[in-house]
C-alpha cells in the first residue's frame, strides 16, 4: 500500500477497507433478507436452547442418581429403589440388540447402496429398491414391531423364540427384536453410503477403468475407501436409531427386565429368550410405567444419553480422520 | 517393456530447447521450416494400433464418422480439431471406454498388434492401452499407493508393499516424478500440486506398462510451466510407447507432435506428418483452422 501513490485529486481517499462480512454489512441489505437473517438466528439459537435444556437436564437428574452399582447389578422386583437392583442386564441387552442389528442392517446395507449406485440394474428392480427403502424410512417403529409379532410367531421361524408345551411359539426374542431393528437402520446405512459413493465425482472411477480395473475392484478399492466417512456416519447413525428405539423392544424383547433364556444353550438360549434394553428399562420405570423407579429410569436415561453423545463424537472424529486423503 | 525389436531411439528438441521465438502455426509466410525436426516417419516405428473405418454414435448423433488411422509407437500423434469434432471420443473408443456410456454404439474395427480389440478383454485391453484424462483426477489415496493400484491384481492387497516399491519407483521415475515425491511416498496424492497430479496420472497409467498411451488434454488444467514438463516428457516417452494426444492446443500439436489427425464435425479431414498439416494443409478446412480461421 505504502508504495502506492494515492491519485492527486483525492488526497484525503484512505485505502479501501478490508470487506466485512456479510453480517456486519447486513444493515446495507434489504428488509426482507433482515428479516430472514433475524428469523434464522432465533429459529437456531430457540432450537439449541430446547436441545441444552434436554441435554442439561438429563445430565443433572442422571448424575444425581447414577451410582456404580447400578452397572453391575441385574433389575430385581421390590417395593424401594434398594430392593431394585441395577441396570445390567438392560445395558447388556442395549449392546446385543445394536450388535445384532447391525449386523444384518450394514452389510446388507452397504450391498444394496453399492447396487443401487454403481450397478443400477435392472434398472426397473433398481427402482423398486429404491422406493421400498424409502418407504422403510418412513414406516413408524411400531409398524415394524407389530409385523414382527405376526412373523416370528409362524411355527416355521419357531427356532428364534420360545416354544411352550402347548406347542405355540411366543415370538419375542433378541432375534425377532434385531432383525425388525435392522429394517429401522437399513435406510439410514443404504442413504448415506450410496450419498458418499455419488458425492465421488465420475473421472474417480473412469480413471480406475482407465487402467483395467473392474467395477468391483474399483468399488472395494477406491469408491468405498474414498466414501469412508459417509459408510461410518451410515453406521453409526443406525446404531443410534437402533440403541434409541422402544416401540420394537417393548413388543418383541418381551417385557422381561432380566434376561430370560429359552432353551439350554448356553448363548444361544440368551439370545432364543426375552430380555431389556434401556430404552425399555426407563419405559418401564417412568412415572407413568409399571415399575415407577423414577431415579432409575434418570439414571439409565442418562447412561442412554452418554452413549448416544459418544457415537456422535465417534461420527465426528471418523469423518474427519476419513477427510485425511482429501 | 514388452517389444521383440529394439525401441526406435529418436531424440527431438525438447520444448525448453525450442528456439525462443515458436513459430505461430500456420503464420503468414507458413515458416514452420523448423530446424531440428525430422519429418518422416521412423521407418523403425511399430505399428501397434491400426483404427479402421470407425463411426461411433451417441444415440442417434454420429460423434465419430468413418475415421481409419495408423497408430505407432515412436510418434506422437495428436488429435486436433474443434470442441466437440469427435477427437475425445475416438480417444476413448481405443481402450473402449466409450462402452460406459450406455448411449453409445460403435461401427469398424479397432487393431491392437492384429487383433480386434473387440475380442479383447476390456480389462487387458485397457492395461495394454491406457489414458490419461484432462483434469488431474489421482485416486484419493497416497501416492504409493496410486501406483501400486495399477500393479496390484483386481482387489487384491498382494503383492506387499516392499515387492512394489521397485515396479512404482519406475513408474515415478518415467512420470518424471520421482525425484520430487521420493520422500514423501505416503503422503495423500491430493495434496500434491496439479502439475504433479498430472504426472502422478502418468506414472500410474505407466506402471501397467501399456503399449499405447492415450492423452486427453493433459495440459488443459495446467500452468504453462507445467505444460513445459509434461510436454518434454511426452516427448521422451514416445520411445517407449504409442502416444496418441488430444489437445486443442494447436502449438502444443505443433511442439510434439510427430503426426497429426485433424476432425472436423467427426469426419478425419487430413491426416500426416506434423509439419505438413501444420505447413502445406491439403484440405481448406485443415488451412482455415490451422490459420486460426474457426475453432
Not at chain 1, 5 to 11: D, E
Not at chain 1, 75 to 102: K, N, Q, R, W, Y
Not at chain 2, 215 to 232: F, G, R
Not at chain 2, 244 to 254: D, G
Request: glycine share 8%; net charge positive; proline share 7%.
Amino acid at each position: 500500500m505504502s508504495a502506492m501513490t494515492a491519485p492527486p485529486a483525492q488526497p484525503a481517499s484512505p485505502p479501501p477497507a478490508p470487506r466485512r462480512s456479510a453480517r456486519d454489512s447486513s444493515a446495507s441489505w434489504r428488509l426482507t433478507d433482515r428479516l430472514g437473517l433475524a428469523f434464522a438466528w432465533l429459529l437456531g439459537i430457540g432450537f439449541l436452547v430446547v436441545t441444552a435444556a434436554i441435554v442439561l437436564y438429563m445430565m443433572v437428574q442422571g448424575l444425581r442418581y447414577v451410582r456404580p452399582e447400578l452397572f453391575v447389578t441385574s433389575p430385581s422386583a421390590g417395593f424401594t429403589e434398594s430392593e431394585t437392583g441395577g441396570f445390567l442386564d438392560p445395558l447388556l441387552g442395549t449392546v446385543i440388540v445394536a450388535a445384532m442389528a447391525m449386523a444384518i442392517a450394514f452389510p446388507l446395507g452397504l450391498c444394496i447402496a453399492v447396487w443401487l449406485s454403481e450397478y443400477g440394474r435392472p434398472s426397473l428392480l433398481a427402482r423398486v429398491t429404491e422406493s421400498t427403502i424409502e418407504m422403510l424410512a418412513g414406516t413408524p417403529s411400531i409398524v415394524f414391531a407389530l409385523f414382527g409379532t405376526l412373523l416370528f410367531e409362524q411355527g416355521a421361524l419357531a427356532f428364534f423364540s420360545r416354544t411352550n408345551d402347548g406347542g405355540v411359539v411366543y415370538g419375542r426374542s433378541f432375534f425377532a427384536a434385531a432383525s425388525m431393528l435392522a429394517l429401522i437402520a437399513l435406510p439410514l446405512v443404504v442413504a448415506n453410503v450410496r450419498e458418499g459413493l455419488q458425492a465421488i465425482p465420475a473421472h474417480v472411477r473412469e480413471a480406475s477403468y482407465a487402467v483395467g480395473k473392474t467395477k468391483l475392484t474399483t468399488t472395494r478399492r477406491v469408491l468405498l475407501p474414498a466414501a469412508r466417512p459417509s459408510v461410518v456416519t451410515g453406521a453409526m447413525l443406525g446404531v443410534g436409531r437402533v440403541i434409541g428405539d422402544t416401540a420394537v423392544i417393548v413388543l418383541l424383547l418381551g417385557a422381561t427386565l432380566r434376561f430370560n433364556p429359552a432353551g439350554d444353550v448356553p448363548g444361544l438360549s440368551q439370545l432364543k429368550g426375552t430380555g431389556s434394553t434401556l430404552t425399555s428399562f426407563v419405559y418401564a420405570n417412568a412415572p407413568t410405567g409399571e415399575a415407577n423407579q423414577p431415579t432409575k429410569a434418570y439414571a439409565a436415561a442418562f447412561v442412554l444419553l452418554s452413549m448416544v453423545l459418544v457415537l456422535n463424537f465417534a461420527v465426528d472424529l471418523a469423518v474427519r480422520r476419513g477427510r485425511r486423503w482429501r | 517393456m514388452r517389444f521383440v525389436t529394439p525401441p526406435p531411439v529418436r531424440r527431438l528438441p525438447l520444448a525448453g530447447e525450442q528456439p525462443a521465438t515458436v513459430v505461430e502455426p500456420g503464420a503468414p509466410g507458413g515458416a514452420v521450416a523448423t530446424s531440428g525436426r525430422r519429418l518422416q516417419a521412423s521407418p523403425m516405428a511399430v505399428e501397434r494400433m491400426t483404427v479402421d473405418r470407425m463411426s461411433i454414435a451417441y444415440g442417434a448423433k454420429v460423434a465419430v464418422d468413418e475415421v481409419s488411422l495408423p497408430i505407432r509407437q515412436g510418434e506422437v500423434l495428436a488429435l486436433i480439431g474443434p470442441s466437440g469434432c469427435g477427437k475425445t471420443t475416438l480417444l476413448r473408443s481405443l481402450n473402449r471406454l466409450t462402452e460406459l456410456t450406455k448411449t453409445a454404439s460403435m461401427k469398424g474395427r479397432i487393431l491392437l498388434d492384429g487383433t480386434d480389440t473387440a475380442t479383447l478383454e476390456p480389462t487387458a485391453l485397457r492395461r495394454r492401452v491406457t489414458m490419461v484424462f484432462q483434469q488431474p483426477n489421482p485416486f484419493p489415496m497416497s501416492v504409493f499407493d496410486n501406483v501400486a493400484y495399477v500393479l496390484r491384481e483386481q482387489a487384491s492387497r498382494r503383492p506387499r508393499k516392499r515387492a512394489l516399491q521397485g515396479a512404482v519407483q519406475s513408474a515415478l521415475e518415467r512420470a518424471g516424478l520421482w525425484e520430487e515425491v521420493k520422500g514423501n511416498l505416503a503422503h495423500p496424492a491430493l495434496r500434491l500440486s496439479g502439475g504433479q497430479q498430472q504426472r502422478l496420472c502418468i506414472a500410474r497409467a505407466l506402471a501397467a506398462d501399456p503399449e499405447v498411451l492415450l492423452l486427453d488434454e493433459p495440459c488443459s488444467a495446467l500452468d504453462p510451466i507445467s505444460t513445459q514438463v509434461i510436454e518434454e516428457l511426452i516427448v521422451q516417452l514416445r520411445e517407449q510407447v504409442a502416444v496418441v494426444i488430444v489437445t486443442h492446443n494447436l502449438q502444443q500439436a505443433f511442439r510434439i507432435a510427430d503426426y497429426v489427425a485433424f476432425m472436423y464435425l467427426g469426419e478425419l479431414v487430413e491426416y500426416g506428418p506434423a509439419e505438413q498439416v501444420f505447413g502445406a494443409p491439403r484440405a481448406d478446412r485443415t488451412k482455415e483452422y490451422v490459420s486460426g480461421g474457426f475453432g
